[in-house]
């Protein structure tokens, strides 16, 4: 079975570009977590997603990022515009429930010059 | 503010032996915490998790151990062989079973044969 899909696995852009992030999740699950991952900060929470609908998105920095999950199969982050200190590795995790172990895609490197 | 702590960015370790990880945190309310792994280029999965209920939890290799009185938490790896070189997540949350962790930095944990 095909784990979490996120594409592209690395992105190089320059400042001030839009950046999109994409995500499909472990087929059945109705929960989606977007998550960054940073030296000084580690792993956080940006945004979940429950049955397609955002419900928690105290994570999200700035208003530069968005999130939207159209339906059960896919969802997108985007950047706009990009700044140099959003380079990071962004992860997508799906669960059955929100209560439920939460499995990890292999995560977009995203650097901005 | 890290509510969840590694201070230790790095740990090698001769094959053979224990592998002691260790963990910080700071807020009182925590009362389930997990360890993730993440191999390179791959995301984190599920290790151990452990319920405040609890000072140990065991499977296999894995034990961890839970300090309350000393917001302490270690993962011991018993014997440490070099599949086990990754980095380990520390997370802490405030109810059981929800789906907001709070990550730690990781550590890196070599294991040489």
């Known amino acids: 079975d095909a784990g979490v899909i996120q594409s592209p696995r690395h992105e190089v852009t320059e400042m001030g570009q839009e950046v999109t992030l994409r995500c499909k999740p472990i087929?059945?699950?109705?929960?989606l977590f977007w998550y960054r991952q940073t030296m000084m900060r580690g792993l956080e929470l940006l945004i979940y997603f429950n049955n397609n609908v955002p419900i928690d998105d105290s994570g999200m920095p700035e208003d530069r990022f968005s999130a939207k999950m159209p339906n059960a199969s896919f969802s997108t982050l985007k950047i706009q515009p990009s700044e140099p200190r959003d380079s990071a590795v962004y992860f997508c995790a799906s669960s059955l429930g929100a209560k439920d172990e939460q499995f990890f895609g292999p995560g977009t490197r995203l650097t901005v010059l | 503010d890290q509510q969840v702590k590694q201070n230790s960015p790095s740990l090698s370790v001769q094959e053979g032996r224990i592998s002691i990880l260790n963990c910080d945190y700071t807020n009182s309310m925590f009362d389930y915490f997990l360890w993730y792994k993440k191999y390179p280029a791959e995301g984190p999965t599920f290790l151990i998790s452990i319920s405040s209920i609890k000072d140990k939890n065991e499977d296999g290799r894995f034990t961890v151990f839970l300090n309350k009185s000393a917001k302490h938490l270690s993962l011991h790896i018993v014997p440490s062989q070099p599949g086990d070189s990754a980095v380990y997540f520390c997370a802490a949350s405030a109810a059981s079973g929800t789906y907001k962790y709070i990550f730690g930095t990781g550590t890196r944990l070599k294991v040489l044969a």
């Open positions: 087929s059945g699950h109705n929960s």
